[in-house]
């Protein structure tokens, strides 16, 4: 089973949300962020393609993520915003946003446009 998962970072905490490949909900929290709890909360998982917008904290949590052995992606957060936008804005659906960007691969990274994840590996 391949899971997917999207963090929305914030300085304190970080709410997360992890998908299988049919985009169903197989987990969710919010963890205080930090390279231990980070550890503690992803290294049990199985591996992961993990999506984060771009912020100050992104590079850091993205090599906290690579280091478990995860695929982590930074997107460019304002257009990812055009594919995230919800009525009620929560961090935890925030997260659950990302990680279904993620399992479909249609990410924007950096000032790119859109690719697929898998177009952009090869």
């Known amino acids: 089973m391949t899971t ?5 970072l914030g ?3 970080s709410a997360f949300g992890m998908v299988d490949e049919k985009g169903h909900l197989v987990a969710e929290g919010e963890r205080p962020t930090d390279e231990e ?3 503690r909360t992803f290294d049990r998982a199985v591996l992961m393609r993990v999506v984060v917008e771009a912020c100050p904290l992104a590079e850091w949590a993205c090599q906290v993520m690579e280091g478990l ?3 982590a992606i930074i997107i460019d957060a304002r257009r ?3 594919v995230v936008q919800t009525k009620k804005k929560t961090d935890k659906i925030d997260a659950r946003k ?3 960007m993620s399992r479909t691969g249609l990410v924007y ?3 790119s446009e859109v690719t697929s994840s898998a177009s952009a590996a090869q």
């Open 37 to 39: 709890c980070f550890e």
């Open 109 to 111: 990274r950096g000032t």
């Open 69 to 71: 052995g995860h695929e």
């Open 98 to 100: 990302l990680a279904q």
């Open 11 to 13: 300085v304190k905490s």
């Open 80 to 82: 990812a915003k055009a």
């Open 4 to 8: 997917y998962c999207g963090i929305d």
